[in-house]
T-cell receptor, first 113, second 115 residues
Framework: DTGVSQNPRHKITKRGQNVTFRCDPI?????LYWYRQTLGQGPEFLTY????????KSRLLSDRFSAERPKGSFSTLEIQRTEQGDSAMYLC???????????FGDGTRLSIL | AQKVTQAQTEISVVEKEDVTLDCVYE???????LFWYKQPPSGELVFLIR??????QNEISGRYSWNFQKSTSSFNFTITASQVVDSAVYFC????????????FGTGTRLTIIP
């Protein structure tokens, strides 16, 4: 069990640029979640996959955000035309099935200059 | 709508004291799950415990214990004989079986253990 892996750990970019983050869940976990955490707050749900199907998206996920999980394995989260307000920690979590706890990766910290 | 309230923003105690972190939740579902996560300064979220809505038994794990009371919609967390390594932000979270179990987190309690 190697845990949830996220890359990169840190991303610094200029406003208006596109960024992409990757999440590798625990291998047998079919549920994958993305959350965003800003300073002093708890994580907020962004989107959820069961296998390769994206089943729910939060209102926080504007049309500049897109997430994929091809073949139900790793997932990517892309932010287009980044804005200052996108600066946050982006967390990925996976779980085995309904009712089981979600295990989190170390997150990707995004800073917009 | 689901909601989690952690009224204590910051708590400081001297090492070896006991400390209780409060969590109050709101949900309309009858099947739901409650969690506690620890976020140390390094940033990763560490899973501590999960309880389902049908199991109100309190749980003890070493120095940690949890008190789940449906009558007051509370799921409190007690650390006995606190240690410096317990210093972290602690989050209470709720998920509803009817909503694909996405987690709703409280705003967290920052716990500082003073040596």
């Amino acid at each position: 069990d190697t845990g949830v892996s996220q890359n990169p750990r840190h991303k610094i970019t200029k406003r208006g640029q596109n960024v992409t983050f990757r999440c590798d869940p625990i291998s047998e976990h079919n549920r994958l979640y993305w959350y965003r955490q800003t300073l002093g707050q708890g994580p907020e749900f962004l989107t959820y996959f069961q296998n390769e199907a994206q089943l729910e998206k939060s209102r926080l996920l504007s049309d500049r955000f897109s997430a994929e999980r091809p073949k139900g394995s790793f997932s990517t989260l892309e932010i287009q035309r980044t804005e200052q307000g996108d600066s946050a920690m982006y967390l990925c979590a996976s779980s085995l099935y309904q009712g089981r706890p979600q295990h989190f990766g170390d997150g990707t910290r995004l800073s917009i200059l | 709508a689901q909601k989690v309230t952690q009224a204590q923003t910051e708590i400081s105690v001297v090492e070896k004291e006991d400390v209780t972190l409060d969590c109050v939740y709101e949900t309309r579902d009858t099947t739901y799950y409650l969690f506690w996560y620890k976020q140390p300064p390094s940033g990763e979220l560490v899973f501590l415990i999960r309880r389902n809505s049908f199991d109100e038994q309190n749980e003890i794990s070493g120095r940690y214990s949890w008190n789940f009371q449906k009558s007051t919609s509370s799921f409190n967390f007690t650390i006995t004989a606190s240690q410096v390594v317990d210093s972290a932000v602690y989050f209470c979270a709720l998920s509803e079986a009817s909503r694909d179990e996405k987690l709703t987190f409280g705003t967290g309690t920052r716990l500082t253990i003073i040596p």
